[in-house]
């Protein structure tokens, strides 16, 4: 004789069907299966809590979803045009560092010097 569950277990174990994360949740140790029923018993199957845990699949869907756009965008891109904005971008980026290295240049130049050295090369002492 099998012992008939309580309908909340059984709506339990199919939200539990459609949630395999969880499964992964309790394999890890990180919580219990008393746990998980109790919150959702309380907070229901609509609760953020449940977001949470499918969070590492969306995270990976959106990098890959990413990674796809931009290669997309790459290979729809003529060779030549991106030769272009690179030099573009290389022009741009000398220039800067040709204002920074004459700020630096002038900033230098307006700091007084410490006097090293003599003021008459060739100093005669007398005896």
Known sequence: MQKELHPSVIKFKEFVKKNPNLIR?????????????????LLGEDDQRWGTTNSDAKTTEKKDDWISTVLGTVQKMDPNQIQVYVNNLSQALGAIQGVISQLKGNGS?????????PRHPFMFRKD
């Open 109 to 117: 130049t307006t700091q007084v010097k410490p006097q090293n050295e």
């Open 25 to 41: 949740e309790v394999r890890k140790g990180n919580t219990t299966w008393q746990e998980l029923y109790e919150d959702w018993y």
